[in-house]
């Protein structure tokens, strides 16, 4: 069974600093590992996803994540955050062997602060 | 319209009514999902629509959840003698993905309120 953890609930950085958001996740089969972003009253968004090419991924607005398979990672960072980042990011699991069930982490919430 | 959409976005109920809440995915996407939301929490699976396949329900809490998919697009999730632990946001999703690789696209939610 897939499962995610997300490590912090809250986050918090100054404007320009680096963000790192943090994702471990347990799968008995290679996964596809997603993150979303939600921000206030409005729905999810895709930010970026792993499915087995690349481990570093690139996503929009200035983030990536890098899959680690040795330490089941897929940490989430940007090197500078800007105020607009502040959201509700959720770390996503799906397996791949079958349809597109998504299991969600409890997420974390991201404060930036000028 | 380009997105999903949702309907209500809120919802204030009484204990024990029923309530229904659509949703209208993207043109063409097959697959439909639904998802709840509670304070605090990350998103809960309720239930998976695929073309004409068997919805997998698996998410269901209890036997007063129940969803249809008519004619392969909107869909209405149905909560029977509502309780107060249903108070939630009830997020509905789409795709033109099977696998599991593909990119599910959100509506804005239904926040449903039980009084």
């Known amino acids: 069974a897939q499962s995610v953890t997300q490590l912090d609930s809250h986050v918090s950085v100054s404007e320009g600093t680096p963000v790192l958001l943090r994702c471990n996740y347990s799968s008995s089969y290679s996964p596809s590992l997603f993150w979303y972003v939600q921000h206030p009253n409005k729905g999810l968004q895709l930010l970026l996803k792993y499915t087995s090419a690349a481990t570093l991924v690139k996503g929009i607005n200035g983030f990536e994540a890098e899959f680690k398979k040795s330490e089941t990672s897929f940490h989430l960072t940007k090197p500078s955050a800007h105020m607009s980042d502040a959201a509700e990011y959720f770390c996503?699991?799906?397996?791949?062997?079958?349809?597109?069930?998504?299991?969600f982490g409890a997420g974390t919430r991201l404060a930036v602060h000028p | 319209g380009a997105g999903v959409s949702q309907s209500p976005s809120n919802k204030v109920t009484e204990k024990g009514k029923d309530v229904e809440l659509r949703c209208d995915p993207i043109?063409?996407?097959?697959?439909l999902y639904w998802y709840r939301q509670s304070l605090g929490q990350g998103l809960e699976f309720l239930i998976y629509f695929q073309g004409n396949s068997a919805p997998d329900k698996s998410g269901l809490p209890s036997d007063r959840f129940s969803a249809e998919r008519t004619g392969g697009s909107v869909s209405t999730l149905t909560i029977q003698r509502t309780q107060q632990e249903d108070s939630a946001v009830y997020l509905c999703?789409?795709?033109?993905?099977?696998?599991?690789?593909?990119?599910?696209?959100f509506g804005e939610g239904s926040r449903l309120t039980v009084l």
């Open positions: 043109s063409g996407h097959t697959a």
């Open positions: 999703a789409s795709s033109s993905s099977t696998g599991g690789t593909g990119e599910l696209f």
């Open positions: 996503v699991v799906s397996d791949p062997r079958g349809y597109n069930k998504l299991i």
